[in-house]
């Protein structure tokens, strides 16, 4: 029963990263702070979002959406802000135009060049690994033996 509760607190404790002292009294705004802060990355943690990381700058992060939305940004003016101070880095899913369309397209472009690269490779092998007229002649004289 007890490894079980342990099994359980632990499971939980990404839910205990937002403290009490940063939620905010008007339950609709904490909810859109929630939402957005679901698509902010950690900068220390990395995989974690800012609403599941205990580290320090997450903590500041939460608390600086939540001074935005108050003050009256809409969400993605919160976000523009955030990102304006931190960089792309922070959001989980980074646009998808300008220079990061590079990015975007270069993996798959990739994988196409090097599924061409070995197609090619394995073509040249073939053509040269033919047999000869004569060596044709002796493998078969080999074989029929």
Do not use: H
Not at 85 to 112: M, S
Not at 126 to 133: N, Y
């Amino acid at each position: 029963m007890r490894r079980l509760a342990l099994v359980l607190t632990l499971l939980a404790s990404p839910l205990w990263a937002v403290e009490p002292g940063e939620v905010l009294d008007d339950p609709a705004l904490e909810s859109r702070a929630r939402e957005v802060s679901q698509g902010l990355r950690c900068p220390v943690c990395q995989n974690d979002t800012i609403d599941e990381s205990n580290a320090a700058l997450a903590s500041d992060l939460r608390v600086i959406l939540r001074e935005r939305l108050v003050a009256g940004d809409t969400d993605q003016e919160a976000v523009n802000f955030l990102v304006a101070r931190y960089g792309e880095f922070i959001l989980l899913e980074p646009d998808k135009g300008g220079i990061n369309l590079i990015l975007w397209g270069a993996a798959p472009l990739l994988l196409v060049l090097a599924l061409f690269v070995g197609w090619r490779t394995t073509q040249r092998k073939a053509e040269t690994q033919s047999l000869s007229p004569e060596e044709k002649a002796e493998l078969d004289k080999l074989l029929s033996s």
